[in-house]
């Protein structure tokens, strides 16, 4: 099992995704004669999962069942143990996108956090790619680092405690792109562009404030950086729901001019008769998510 790779069945030491409902679901360190409790009953590591194909139904000890699923990154983002606020898969999609990341590409990050985002840019960079992710907290750093050995994405990326304010990224012209997440981006502004490749690269800046944007916007554009632009994403999820509408009734068809037979009887016009359509339809949500925070990219030029 890795991050990156997918395999079909699961083995010991992997971890899995149990999936208990559309809004309930758990990660899962497999391991031999290991047993995980769930509201369905107990799940027995070494008969339930251990040799199972990922994706099987899984019966639990009190009847109820779960599916076991190959874990993703998208799957971590909604599972993983919050040790900070972390990025979820919109605003991942549009860092993912804007900053141009592909196969092959080397990217700096700051601060790895829980590593939300970190495991997205490793599927999106793999196999030859390289992240190098900078943790202020040592705690925080040394249990990211054993998160990517035990997902065998450790291979791709390289964990530095240290302050990227002061000390930078530990890497000078490698990086294709650059992400920061930190209270004070605009102090790492000069390091990004160090770090960043003499051809040129992409900056992503995520802050939840106003007053941080302007003051990283300044320190872009001071640093020589170009085509600066910030933006928000919201989320807007519609409901699907079944409604019933009725046809109406429109009345005897004018355009027959047959003379009704006395023998035939009147059309029944009770209001009984007139038949409905279902339909799929959907609705906007009365309320949209709120701010979670802006997004403010910039481009170095080839030097």
Known sequence: MSFVEYSDFIQDGDVAVVYLSHDSMMPVKVQQGAQTQT??????????LI???????????????VHVLHPTPELWTVTLPHRTQILYTTDIATITMMLELKPGSVVC????????????????????????????????????????KEHRVDHLVTVRNQDVCKDGFGVTGVADAVFLDIPSPWEAVRHAKAAVKKQGGRVCSFSPCIEQVQRTCEALADQGFEEISTL???????????????????????????QPDSSEKPPQTSAANHSSVSMKTTTP???????????????KPRA
């Open 39 to 48: 509201r369905y009953g107990v799940i027995r590591h070494s008969t339930d």
């Open 232 to 258: 928000e994403v919201l989320l807007r999820v519609h409901d699907v729901r079944t409604v019933s509408l009725p046809l109406p009734d429109f009345g005897p068809d004018a355009s027959a001019h047959k």
């Open 285 to 299: 949500p009365r309320e949209i998510p709120g701010h979670t925070g802006y997004l403010t990219f910039a481009t």
């Open 109 to 148: 990050e700051s601060g790895t956090g829980s590593g939300s985002l970190s495991h997205a840019i490793l599927r999106t960079i793999a196999p030859t790619g390289h992240l190098h992710t900078v943790e202020f907290h040592q705690q925080r750093a040394e249990k990211v680092a054993e998160e990517f």
């Open 51 to 65: 040799g199972r194909r990922y994706g099987s139904k899984v019966t639990c000890s009190k009847g109820g069942w």
